[in-house]
């Protein structure tokens, strides 16, 4: 870890962390951090060494001009401070790419950093495709595996079981470090997964507030989510496949028992709605 500047004692730190890469559909994760940023006007605290990480042949390096000046901009993860005493408590937000080599060493090393420095609640956030519709509201799922913070939160014990990212790990790892921990996961629509989704972003902001009882302004997400949920109604309208699959999963999520069973039953119209189509006799 590289320190940029000291922290001085945190009062009831929460700290919160995206990655770009493959826990990022829709970049609905780190588009929440960099609002997060921009709003609370964080500032820089300290960097994880990238040389240990990356391979900067799959995270490039890029070039970047300031003040007339040009410079190297590594790929690596920066940990920032928002202090303001509207909040009344202090946030870390943790943004950065997701490493390509030793996960579990970097995991130790942010894990500890947030211990060193009081951190009593660590949260982070995820999105996945899903066959979800983008008409209807981004289902956002928060989890956890400590007792107390699923009661505290009103939560649910995580029931995937699959491949993992370095959130799934890092959330693994704040599970076996005692250090109270949750996820939040937006469900992007995967037909919709080319740009990014800030009617996602916007939900898991939303989220935050609701578990954390925290303001947080959402600047112009609301309307940028509108723009995106038109721009994506015209894309499926163009297509008459898309537009019968979009209304097929209207339909599942909304005679869905939601939360719970909506995952399972848009699975089902989904399996339902490919089963039709191969069997639909061929045009004329």
Same mark, same amino acid.
């Given at each position: 870890?590289?320190?940029?500047?000291?922290?001085? *004692?945190?009062?009831?730190?929460?700290?919160?962390a995206a990655f770009e890469g493959w826990n990022d559909a829709g970049e609905a994760a780190t588009a929440a951090i960099e609002h997060l940023i921009e709003v609370w006007d964080a500032e820089p605290v300290a960097a994880i060494d990238p040389e240990d990480y990356y391979d900067f042949q799959v995270n490039r390096p890029r070039v970047v001009v300031e003040d007339g000046k040009r410079r190297i901009s590594w790929p690596t993860?920066?940990?920032?401070?928002?202090?303001?005493?509207?909040?009344?408590?202090?946030?870390?937000?943790? &943004?950065?790419?997701?490493?390509?080599?030793?996960?579990?060493? @970097? +995991?130790?090393?942010?894990?500890? =950093?947030?211990? &060193?420095?009081?951190?009593?609640? !660590?949260?982070?956030?995820?999105?996945?495709?899903?066959?979800?519709? $983008?008409?209807?509201?981004?289902?956002?799922?928060?989890?956890?595996?400590?007792?107390? /913070?699923?009661?505290? !939160?009103?939560? *649910?014990?995580?029931? =995937?079981?699959?491949?993992?990212?370095?959130?799934? /790990?890092? #959330?693994?790892?704040?599970?076996? #470090?005692?250090?109270?921990? @949750?996820?939040?996961?937006?469900?992007?629509? $995967?037909?919709?997964?080319?740009?990014?989704?800030?009617?996602?972003?916007?939900?898991?902001?939303?989220?935050?507030?609701?578990?954390?009882?925290?303001?947080?302004?959402?600047?112009?997400?609301? *309307?940028? #989510?509108?723009?995106?949920?038109? +721009? /994506?109604?015209?894309?499926? *309208?163009?297509?008459?496949? /898309?537009?019968? =699959?979009? $209304?097929?999963?209207?339909?599942? &999520?909304?005679?869905?028992?939601?939360?719970?069973?909506?995952?399972?039953?848009?699975?089902?119209?989904?399996?339902?709605?490919?089963?039709?189509?191969?069997?639909?006799?061929?045009?004329?």
């Amino acid at each position: 870890m590289i320190e940029l500047e000291d922290v001085s *004692e945190l009062r009831d730190p929460i700290m919160i962390a995206a990655f770009e890469g493959w826990n990022d559909a829709g970049e609905a994760a780190t588009a929440a951090i960099e609002h997060l940023i921009e709003v609370w006007d964080a500032e820089p605290v300290a960097a994880i060494d990238p040389e240990d990480y990356y391979d900067f042949q799959v995270n490039r390096p890029r070039v970047v001009v300031e003040d007339g000046k040009r410079r190297i901009s590594w790929p690596t993860t920066r940990i920032l401070l928002a202090s303001s005493t509207s909040l009344g408590r202090d946030i870390i937000l943790v &943004q950065g790419v997701e490493p390509s080599t030793r996960w579990r060493s @970097f +995991t130790i090393e942010l894990i500890e =950093y947030a211990r &060193q420095i009081g951190v009593t609640t !660590f949260v982070t956030l995820g999105a996945l495709l899903a066959d979800v519709a $983008h008409t209807r509201p981004i289902f956002i799922t928060a989890t956890s595996e400590h007792e107390d /913070v699923i009661h505290r !939160f009103d939560l *649910e014990t995580s029931k =995937y079981e699959g491949a993992t990212g370095i959130v799934g /790990v890092l #959330a693994d790892a704040a599970g076996q #470090a005692d250090l109270p921990s @949750f996820s939040c996961w937006a469900a992007v629509p $995967h037909y919709a997964s080319g740009t990014p989704s800030p009617k996602a972003t916007l939900a898991l902001i939303t989220k935050l507030e609701e578990l954390l009882n925290l303001t947080i302004p959402h600047g112009d997400l609301p *309307e940028l #989510a509108r723009v995106w949920e038109d +721009t /994506v109604d015209e894309l499926a *309208e163009s297509d008459d496949e /898309v537009a019968e =699959y979009v $209304h097929s999963l209207e339909k599942a &999520q909304d005679t869905a028992d939601l939360p719970e069973a909506s995952g399972e039953a848009i699975a089902r119209e989904f399996e339902r709605y490919l089963r039709l189509r191969t069997e639909e006799p061929p045009a004329g």
